[in-house]
């Protein structure tokens, strides 16, 4: 087992790493911004170093300085959390040039699964199904057009290098292509360093299911279900829930074997999520993330699996402790994203949480590095905490969401929570038939 880790992340996921090493008798250094000095993962880890000033590109994006801060401390490996590094193929190959460990895959396949047009041709060819769309990139107007009246609008355009939920265009008809066409690539360029942009038939009422498999260095893949992250606003995930509301057991063990096949025959190694679009019963892969998501704790909730724990374990060549046939879903899980955000009109909130109190009780999970006089910076992602919860079906679930959510109390910034609240009431969510346009239809209306 590894002596010492290094968390190339802040906030909340820095601090689930560091409780998960704890766990395990692993030593751990934080590294930080000097925005980050007082945070909690610096407290709490064993070991921190600066690496910079606040900008993310001179600090947690700063790749000499990260290495550096692991040889000085010596480090064994690396785990880089999510955003950030995470999916940085020459940060992967840079840290095991140095001779750390990387928690998590290959430099290669980070760079496989990072193109989109690659990914898709690859699973497609392992017999994934796959959204219709362009056979690789857009290359032309004309090209893009021809593709788009075959496959018939709406389209979407995406960016082959995107993430994030940026750097998409939905075209309605033929006459907004080309202007759709350039924008799109002009954003992709601007976010992503890399203009190429493919093209999917755009679904109209989808659910996003996505499955989490895991395979180590033993020739050995398995899935731990799914989750439903339909409730989106901008692409981006509000609120995740495991099990999906609308699909079968039969229908999660047939998708989860194949994504379990797909990895295996990949070669993957580690955690990673499989991403489908959801439509009429039938699944449609969008893309692979080759890291542990925001969202994992739906997974640990219903499975009873340290998620983390496994992924320092099989970094360091250990086998899965997870059997296939020991694997129980037990429950209903539900996480929501707390946002320093105004509810309303979603503009960030930073600034010093004046009270907080955080909410407990029976299946009631707080994960965040949140403390009462804890300024916020501004330079980073408004996520400050996300509140998972267990029950023993979905409306206890439910229930005992909104309970938590009343307790906890967050003052001297504005969050989402009563935004959470109001969607726990919506009938569309009660009844779990929503897509994922539902919620920005309904905000609209409101
Ligand atoms: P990113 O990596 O930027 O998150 P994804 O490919 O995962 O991009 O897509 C993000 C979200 O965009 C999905 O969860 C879904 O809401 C929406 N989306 C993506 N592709 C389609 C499509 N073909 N039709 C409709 N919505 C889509």
């Known amino acids: 087992m590894f002596k010492k880790v290094l968390i190339a992340n802040r906030g909340e996921i820095a601090l689930r790493i560091i409780r998960a090493c704890k766990e395990m008798g692993v030593e751990t250094v934080a590294v930080h911004s000097t925005a980050d000095a007082t945070s909690m993962p610096v407290r709490l880890a064993d070991e921190s170093v600066c690496i910079g000033p606040p900008p993310s590109k001179d600090s947690y994006l700063n790749i000499p300085s990260i290495l550096s801060a692991a040889a ?15 999916e940085n193929a020459q940060f992967a190959r840079m840290v095991v040039e140095h001779g750390f460990t990387f928690i998590g895959p290959s430099a290669d396949f980070i760079e496989k699964m990072g193109d989109k047009v690659v990914a898709k041709q690859t699973v497609q060819e392992l017999g994934l ?23 018939g609008f709406p389209v979407l355009l995406k960016a082959a290098s995107g993430g994030g939920g940026k750097g998409m265009q939905v075209v309605r008809e033929a006459s907004e292509f080309e202007q759709c066409y ?25 659910r996003h299911i996505e499955i989490q498999v895991f395979a180590d260095s033993h020739g050995k893949a398995i899935h731990m279900g799914e989750r439903d992250c339909s409730i989106q606003r901008r692409h981006q995930k509000l609120l995740e829930e495991g099990p999906s509301p609308v699909i079968t057991d039969e229908q999660r063990e047939r998708i989860g074997s194949l994504a379990a096949e797909t990895v295996k025959k990949l070669g993957y190694e580690g955690a990673g999520t499989i991403e489908f679009l959801y439509e009429n019963d039938e699944f449609y892969f969008m893309e692979m993330n080759t890291r542990i998501q ?17 992924q320092i374990r099989v970094a360091a060549g250990y086998p899965l ?20 955000e105004d509810p309303d009109t979603f503009v960030p909130s930073p600034g010093t949480i004046t009270q907080f109190h955080a ?31 267990h029950g023993r079906n979905r409306e206890e679930c439910i229930r005992r969401l909104k309970r938590a959510i009343r307790e906890t109390v967050v003052e001297g910034v504005k969050t989402t929570l009563p935004l959470h609240e109001w969607i726990l009431e919506q009938p569309e969510f009660l009844s779990g038939e929503y897509t994922i346009h539902w919620l920005e239809d309904k905000l609209a209306e409101r």
């Open 321 to 340: 402790t997870v059997k296939k046939d020991r694997l129980r879903f037990r429950g209903h899980a539900i996480e929501i994203r707390i946002n320093a």
């Open 182 to 206: 350039n924008t799109a690539r002009a954003e992709a360029q601007a976010n992503f360093g890399d203009d190429t942009v493919y093209l999917e038939k755009f679904l109209e009422n989808p």
């Open 294 to 310: 925001v969202e994992h704790p739906v997974t640990e909730m219903i499975t009873g699996i340290d998620l983390i724990a496994e």
């Open 359 to 389: 909410p407990g009780g029976l299946g009631v999970r707080f994960d965040s590095a949140i403390y009462g006089g804890y300024a916020i910076p501004p330079y980073y992602d408004s996520m400050i905490g996300k509140l998972i919860v």
């Open 129 to 151: 199904p796959v959204v219709p769309g362009s056979d690789g990139a857009v290359e032309s107007v004309e090209d893009g057009l021809l593709d788009a009246k075959e496959m």
């Open 72 to 86: 000085v401390t010596g480090a064994d490996a690396i785990h880089p959390g999510y955003g950030f590094l995470s």
